[in-house]
């Protein structure tokens, strides 16, 4: 992870120096505005996998001598057969749809939307999958 | 059939003790987030765009229909909401859910007070930035009036959207913590990655009220 964070952080420091050559060149408000936010974006991930690597230290990825094995195992929890998403995505869609095509729909899509965040959020915390 | 736990669902030990593998819902949240910036890099660039094309003069003029010290007032309440869910943080991560002492002794809350804090001022940011919007609205300035409205709208109006949904996320995991019989890892993880949120909605509105309100 530590060569992750190096990564970002090159990259970080490609886009902080565009910033302003950009802006030289070319006085464009919206790209600079752009490759400063993107200095943001790969700044931010740095900060994050940088803060996290001096917390949890190196993994497997960072040594020379580390084997694939070293990085098996869980590497998260993703609820397997959960119909939420798709009803979440589903009432998002219609949302969406809405706004573009005709406001009356968001009406009917709100209430599906709602349903799936909470569904999907709550889905452990409620029912016949209740475990907490 | 209620009571027992399948194993495809049950979480296996908390992955902070799993070593040198950071937890994976804060690392989606953090690449999330940062992809969240680049949409908001497209409104700055709407706002700039739109000024050097109106000239800057339309844009300080239309900028003087703007309430500043309303706005400051507000940013200070939404800045100050990141300290009370920073603390609700603290307090997940002691796996305190609840207060221990009385509502008045602030160093014996749990999770739960500190996030009712963050959202009541969350909230109260809400309602200020309603206001704002029917008072320009009231003065002849809606988002169909010029270009400076349609930027001013649109940038402060997805970042109220962001704080909303922001709320939204405080009660979701507020409910949680009411609907779970103990405070899970899973709540846990879910408090951090919505401060995470919180915090990242914070930073924008400074920059949003930097150069909206300040620079002009």
Known sequence: ?132 | MAAVATATATQAAPAHRVPNRPNLVSVGTIVWLASELMFFAALFAVYFTLRSVNGDEVFKANAGHLNVPLSAVNTIILVSSSFPCQFGVFAAERHQVSRTGSILNFRRYGMREWYAWAFVLGAVFIALQVYEYSSLVKDGHPISENAWTSAFYLATGFHGLHVTGGLFAFLMVLGRTYKARRFSHDQEVAAIVVSYYWHFVDVVWIGLFSVIYLIK
């Open chain 1, 1 to 132: 992870m530590k060569l992750t964070a190096r990564m970002f952080l090159i990259i970080a420091v490609f886009f902080f120096l565009d910033v302003p050559l950009y802006w030289w060149l070319s006085h464009d408000p919206t790209g600079t505005a752009a490759l400063t936010m993107a200095f943001g974006l790969c700044g931010m991930i740095y900060f994050y996998l940088a803060f996290t690597v001096r917390r949890i230290g190196p993994g497997p990825e960072d040594r020379d001598d580390a084997e694939p094995h070293e990085g098996a195992g869980e590497q998260g929890f993703f609820s397997p057969h959960s119909w939420w998403p798709f009803v979440l995505a589903a009432g998002g869609a219609a949302m969406f749809t809405g706004i573009a095509v005709g406001f009356w729909m968001c009406y009917f899509a709100a209430p599906f939307l709602a349903y799936g965040v909470y569904g999907l959020v709550f889905e452990y915390y409620r029912g016949e999958n209740k475990h907490y």
